[in-house]
Each structure stands twice: as C-alpha cells, then as structure tokens.
C-alpha cells in the first residue's frame, strides 16, 4: 500500500475541490471547472441537466470522479449510472472499479472511512463496497442502459450520461425511444424526493433533452478547453451539423435539409432480390469512402446500407471486399474518372471479390454531382429502407447534405447506384422496379 498519509486538510481540499481526487487518480487534466460540474450535478438537490462539448472530459470528471468523490463522503448511496447502451455504461462502471483499486484511492478511502474498500461484489455493471452498511437489492454502483429493462430498481442517484447520440439523430423512432425511457426512469427508478442528473450533448431538436429541464451549457468558447488551432481543426475535419452539436450544443434545422429521417430496419434475405453496390473511393484531402449496398424489396422499395471509412481507399479494399460477401453482393459499380481505373483492377485482385465471383463493372460519371444526388437520391428518399447496420458515419453524410458542402461522397454513393441499379422511379406500394 502506498506510503503517504492523508490529513483532514486533505480531505476538506477534496470535498471542495473535486478534480484533485481526479489528480489522485491519474487525471491531471481536471480543473477547478470539472469541480465546478462535479458539485452541481452530484450536490443537487432537483434534477439537473448539463451539456458540455466533445473532448471536455464531462464522462470522466461528472461521472467516473464524480461517483468516486461521492462514495467518500455517502457510502451508503445506491448510483445508477445509465448510458445510451447498457454495454456502454458498464465499461464506465469498470473504469470506476479500476480507479478505487489504485492504491493512493484505497488509503484515501480508509482515512476517510476507517478502513480499505473492497468490492463485495463485482461483477459487469455492478460493484457493490464493504462500505455500504445497508441492505438493498441494488447495488454501491449499478450500470443501466437505454436498450435493457429497467423496472423494479431504485436509486438515490441517477445519472444519465451520453443518453442521447448521433442515432438519435438520424431516427425518430430512436428518438421516440429515448423519450419514452427518460420519462420512464423520471417516475420509477428514482426515490421519491431523490434527483436525477443528465449529462451529454444534444443531436436533434426534439431528442430526449426536449423534456428535460433547459440545461446548463459549456460549449466549447465557455469551456477553453480547447487552443483556437483546435477549435479551428474540429471545424475543418467536421461535418456541421456534428460540429455544432458537439461543440456549439446547438440544433441545425433539418427543414431545410433534402434527406431527413432515414428509415430503418433489419437487413432481410427472404424479401430482396438481387443485390449491387458502389464504391466512391477516397484518395486525398478532406473525402472519405463510401460504400452503398442495395437490394429491391418485394414492394418495390429498396433495402440499404452505407459505410465509410476516412483514409486512403487502398487501405479499405480489404474491408470492402468483406462486406460484399457479408452482403452477397452480386455486382459493385466503380467510377473511373479520378484513377482512372486504378480502384477497380485492386479490388478484382481481392481474394474475396474473385472467389465470390463478385463483378466489379467501370463507368465514367458526365452528370454533375449535385444534380445527380438532388434528382436520383431525392426521387427515392422515402422509399428507402437503411439496414440498422449502417455505419452512422455515412448516414450523417447523407442527412446533413448540402450542395458544395464536403464530405459528400456517402449520398453521392447512393444517388449513383441509384441511378444504374435501378431502371425506372419507385411508384410506392408498386413493384416496378426493374434490376439492370
């Protein structure tokens, strides 16, 4: 065990200034705004909401020191700590695991408390310490999740972090979900007169944060986190919408927007038939892959997927080629206007692509881009069906498009296949579509 001994200075310093427990812990780059977060959220006595940027340690001060910090002084405190995924919250919950076993923790702890913490029980998502006098079902620490079931516990406080994500964004029913159980943890999960505290970003106008209290915002200018060369770098390497919900904690309007509310569901084999992609590929600057697979639907609307990847395509071909074959892709359709053809004859080489038989076909593209994605990727929009699968990556792309805004090349994947997959316009609830 370490060889230091805390002081009642020690202490006191700790309960008002919490980021120097993150010190202790290894996080030095903690200030006295973290202490700031920590004490508002963790010392509320109502709900409290809080939103912070990208990269401004809110997970680690709010809720890793945070709970840590607490402990300390309210052993007996039962703490739900709730993410977007139960998956998610769990690795925050071994995080705080690993953090009370450092040995400068652990005499802390018995300074404060006349003895070691130990866990009783550890295991995924839950620790319960020897400091916890009082028996109840749950436990010191518990992990939660947006996606599992979460009746019948109860807690004196409850975090809900990172509860809200780009998904959101990208679906209404998402949304509706999310909704649905905040408003369920709100009524039943909370001790009656105990607070519940939400920490994150926003993504939509009307995500889980519409029915919370108006939070307390810490964009990137009130922060100063981040040096202006950062800032300006975040700015370059970001779409804007993503950019002004991670740093601005602002909504950009989506009426303006040509393909909001993407449709989603789980590929299905037994109602598609054939199945083709195409590759826009990335060599340099600020582009990036992307990669749509389709497939017609037996209602005549069409199954899809996109990903991205944002380094060079030479790098990528081998994931491509995986998932062709996860797809079962029979046809992928390249454009050899920027490498001349260079693309093309590297992914025919692939293992994959020549074992499966896959047909890699050429094309060069005279149709302006815009034109293209406005007309084709417009014209189907509502009748396409997104594979859940999808990197969210690329469909942020297609959502957030505007014409001369970079990077582009998800929707212009889509409008392209689009365009030489299918022969004639979908008619809605009509099979027409004819496979070329």
């Given at each position: 065990?370490?060889?230091?001994?805390?002081?009642?200075?020690?202490?006191?310093?700790?309960?008002?200034?919490?980021?120097?427990?993150?010190?202790?812990?290894?996080?030095?780059?903690?200030?006295?705004?973290?202490s700031q977060w920590?004490?508002?959220?963790?010392?509320?006595?109502?709900?409290?909401?809080?939103?912070?940027?990208?990269?401004?340690?809110?997970t680690t001060?709010?809720?890793?020191?945070g709970?840590?910090?607490?402990?300390?002084?309210?052993?007996?405190?039962?703490?739900?700590?709730?993410?977007?995924?139960?998956?998610?919250?769990?690795?925050?919950?071994?995080?705080?695991s690993?953090i009370?076993?450092?040995?400068?923790?652990?005499?802390?702890?018995?300074?404060?408390?006349?003895?070691?913490?130990?866990?009783?029980t550890?295991?995924d998502?839950?620790?319960?310490?020897?400091?916890?006098s009082?028996?109840t079902p749950?436990?010191?620490?518990?992990?939660?999740?947006?996606?599992?079931s979460?009746?019948?516990?109860?807690?004196?406080?409850?975090?809900?972090?990172?509860?809200v994500?780009?998904?959101?964004?990208?679906?209404?029913a998402?949304?509706?979900?999310?909704i649905?159980?905040?408003?369920?943890?709100?009524?039943?999960?909370?001790?009656?007169?105990?607070?519940?505290?939400w920490?994150g970003?926003?993504?939509h106008?009307?995500?889980?944060?519409?029915?919370?209290?108006?939070?307390?915002k810490?964009?990137?200018?009130?922060?100063?986190?981040?040096?202006e060369?950062?800032?300006?770098?975040?700015?370059?390497?970001?779409?804007?919408?993503?950019?002004?919900a991670?740093?601005?904690?602002?909504?950009?309007?989506?009426?303006?927007?040509?393909?909001a509310?993407?449709?989603?569901?789980?590929?299905?084999?037994?109602?598609?038939?054939?199945?083709?992609?195409?590759?826009d590929?990335?060599?340099?600057?600020d582009?990036?892959n992307?990669?749509?697979?389709?497939?017609?639907?037996k209602?005549?609307?069409v199954?899809a997927?996109?990903?991205?990847?944002?380094?060079?395509v030479?790098?990528?071909?081998?994931t491509?080629a995986?998932?062709?074959?996860?797809?079962?892709?029979?046809?992928?359709?390249?454009?050899?206007?920027?490498?001349?053809?260079?693309?093309?004859?590297?992914?025919?080489?692939?293992?994959?692509?020549?074992?499966?038989?896959?047909?890699?076909?050429?094309?060069?593209?005279?149709?302006?881009?815009?034109?293209?994605i406005?007309?084709?990727?417009?014209?189907?929009?509502?009748?396409?069906?997104w594979?859940?699968?999808?990197?969210?990556?690329?469909?942020?792309?297609?959502?957030?498009?505007?014409?001369?805004?970079?990077?582009?090349?998800a929707?212009?994947?889509?409008?392209?296949?689009?365009?030489?997959?299918?022969?004639?316009?979908v008619v809605?609830?009509?099979?027409?579509?004819?496979i070329?």
């Amino acid at each position: 065990m370490a060889k230091f001994e805390y002081t009642e200075k020690h202490l006191i310093d700790i309960r008002n200034h919490p980021h120097l427990l993150g010190h202790i812990a290894n996080k030095p780059l903690l200030t006295q705004l973290h202490s700031q977060w920590i004490r508002y959220v963790w010392e509320a006595v109502e709900s409290v909401t809080l939103q912070a940027h990208r990269g401004s340690y809110k997970t680690t001060a709010i809720i890793i020191i945070g709970a840590i910090w607490w402990l300390l002084f309210h052993p007996d405190d039962r703490i739900a700590i709730i993410r977007k995924t139960w998956t998610m919250a769990a690795q925050v919950v071994k995080a705080i695991s690993q953090i009370m076993q450092m040995p400068e923790i652990q005499m802390l702890f018995k300074y404060a408390q006349g003895s070691y913490p130990t866990m009783k029980t550890k295991r995924d998502g839950v620790i319960n310490f020897n400091f916890k006098s009082t028996a109840t079902p749950e436990a010191s620490i518990q992990a939660l999740g947006l996606d599992a079931s979460i009746t019948g516990m109860h807690f004196d406080k409850t975090m809900g972090d990172d509860f809200v994500t780009l998904r959101d964004r990208l679906s209404k029913a998402e949304r509706q979900k999310t909704i649905e159980v905040i408003r369920e943890i709100s009524t039943n999960i909370i001790d009656k007169g105990k607070p519940d505290a939400w920490i994150g970003t926003p993504w939509h106008k009307y995500d889980g944060w519409s029915i919370l209290p108006e939070p307390e915002k810490f964009d990137v200018k009130r922060c100063g986190i981040l040096t202006e060369k950062e800032v300006e770098e975040k700015k370059r390497k970001t779409l804007p919408s993503l950019y002004a919900a991670n740093y601005d904690l602002k909504h950009m309007a989506d009426e303006s927007k040509l393909f909001a509310d993407p449709t989603w569901e789980k590929w299905r084999w037994d109602i598609v038939g054939r199945v083709s992609a195409q590759l826009d590929a990335a060599f340099s600057g600020d582009h990036t892959n992307g990669l749509t697979v389709m497939a017609k639907k037996k209602d005549g609307r069409v199954q899809a997927a996109g990903f991205s990847d944002p380094g060079h395509v030479k790098n990528w071909i081998p994931t491509v080629a995986k998932i062709l074959e996860r797809y079962r892709v029979k046809t992928i359709y390249i454009e050899t206007n920027p490498d001349k053809g260079w693309t093309a004859e590297a992914l025919r080489a692939n293992p994959i692509v020549r074992r499966r038989g896959i047909r890699v076909k050429e094309y060069a593209e005279s149709q302006n881009k815009h034109i293209k994605i406005a007309s084709n990727l417009y014209e189907h929009w509502k009748n396409i069906i997104w594979d859940e699968e999808s990197d969210m990556e690329y469909m942020e792309q297609v959502v957030d498009y505007s014409e001369g805004q970079e990077p582009d090349d998800a929707p212009d994947s889509a409008a392209s296949l689009l365009k030489r997959h299918f022969s004639t316009p979908v008619v809605e609830g009509n099979p027409l579509w004819e496979i070329r």
